[in-house]
């Protein structure tokens, strides 16, 4: 068994595709030296409770409670009490399970107490045995909203509700701009040995994080650092509507078109084997870029993926 | 099978004991003229939820979904989120089930909207299947404040946290002064055509709802028509503990205690075989005595006592 390697690591999230490589890490490296910066601006009130799928998504995989088929919620979960609030006239589009639940109506107190969003995930990943700190992007709530052929939709609504049907003309992080990024989101990239970029959407995922004032200019300042996993392998998504988006809102859908996403701050670009024709125009991009397989099937990949990135050598000053 | 009386009935009710009376009422009767007031001095706010135990008892009850042996919550209930509500270190001593906690965030989602708890309760009682109306006796919280030999104490966590150990030096309804009957309250007591005190609680279930403003002058308005159904039999609670708390407070735990704490407002009270040595003494209070087997411990008892008051002669007028 190779020693851990003892990297500060920070590793900027969405939710089901960053799981697979957060839970890689967590097993390959000591997770006292992983901070995970989440997004949320998935974040919906449903119910008058504070629901933050990504936050909870990689709390609950990393506290090893997942349901490892769907990629959230809780494993062997029952959901009694949506179907009584679906009763009382309640919408129930959204899954929310019983356990799952104690977790929203305890973030919905602690706010109500007096308690940010930050200290809140915080109580609940240290609760659930999670040893990384898990970060949200900002205390501020930053809904994203997608302007579609059916007018604006939360972003839950899109995805969930109306199941990526409808065509996306746009994107907007609202409240964005009087936003700050949660306490230690700066400092843990600017400490960090090495800043992930995780396999998630670029648009929808990592995009309200980099839109959050500060953070993308920390990562910028940081550039050499950065390593970002790219999410769309031969064209398609690892995982959720990426490619669909981008091609919708007249993007590249592909390694080369996230790159071009990320170029401003990324030091390294890692695609997976199946995009290595598209290492030059990438590289032209003035990124370094690696090939390693980016495709996570078993636990067994997911750690590959994880020390695979942390063998990687730093990028050369820019 | 005899036709089922056609009066209307207003019921003053609180919790498990009062539901024993209501069911037997629910299935005796036409139920679309019954009309249940229900204590809401019980209330209490956990987890930042509204929690309405003697309406919901009360609701589930007629519902036919209550769990008959414990006397709340739903029958077959499961309670994990309470569970992991605890794993967060919130507080435990207060049972919610995972169905019972849809109704609970619903009323406090109805209230955030806008909604009054009266309609909240309608809306409850309707998508559970209940015929009668339900109304908490007013729409303004009236939290009953036990002072006890531990200081003041919320009523829920005297009966619940402390299991009615602390000693009771008096009882208050905070803000009962500035209370209103709910909507409907005092026209429902007046159009009756007789009203029922259910076996509850006379300090802490019945005491709250004759405390707001207006519904005690109401029932002495009626007061012929309003039949009081003891609930001390033997000097013993039928449910509860209204002897410990009457004996503690230096009252009379018995049938005449309690009937000298109706008697402003009560023209027949109604007392078990058991008491019947009393009777002279509860008449010189100034009511008629009814004498009827008040202990219910099947359905057949539960129909019985519904069907004797409702064939008892109306009292004379005083």
């Given at each position: 068994m190779p020693s851990k390697p003892k990297l500060k690591i920070a590793a900027v999230a969405g939710g089901v595709g960053a799981s697979k490589l957060l839970l890689g890490l967590y097993e390959v490296m000591d997770p006292g030296l992983l901070t995970i910066i989440v997004n949320t601006g998935d974040d919906i009130v449903l119910h008058g409770l504070k629901i933050s799928p990504d936050l909870d998504i990689v709390t609950y995989t990393l506290a090893g409670i997942v349901d490892a088929a769907k990629g959230w919620g809780f494993r062997g979960e029952t959901f009694h009490a949506l179907k009584h609030l679906a009763a009382y006239g309640r919408p129930n589009w959204f899954n929310l399970g019983d356990r799952d639940l104690a977790t929203h109506i305890h973030r919905t107190a602690s706010l109500a107490e007096g308690k940010t969003l930050s200290e809140a995930a915080d109580s609940i990943r240290l609760a659930l045995g999670v040893k990384s700190r898990i970060l949200p992007m900002s205390d501020s709530p930053v809904p994203t909203i997608i302007d579609s052929s059916e007018g604006p939709l939360h972003f839950q609504e899109y995805l969930v509700k109306r199941r990526t049907e409808a065509v996306v003309k746009g994107i907007r992080f609202a409240s964005v701009e009087s936003a700050r990024p949660a306490p230690g989101v700066l400092e843990a990239i600017r400490d960090a040995d090495r800043i992930l970029i995780c396999p998630?959407?670029?648009?929808i995922s990592i995009g309200p994080i980099l839109a959050v004032p500060g953070i993308r200019e920390e990562l910028r300042a940081n550039k050499e650092k950065v390593f970002a996993v790219c999410p769309i392998v031969g064209g398609k998504s690892l995982k959720g509507p990426s490619d669909k988006m981008l091609a919708q809102l007249g993007r590249d859908s592909s390694a080369l078109g996230v790159a071009k996403l990320y170029a401003d701050f990324t030091g390294t670009f890692v695609i997976d084997p199946a995009d290595k024709s598209q290492s030059a125009a990438i590289s032209a991009l003035g990124m370094q870029v690696a090939v390693l397989p980016t495709v996570m099937k078993t636990l067994a990949h997911k750690r590959k993926l994880a020390r695979d990135l942390l063998s990687l050598p730093p990028a050369l000053p820019l």
């Open positions: 998630s959407n670029p648009l």
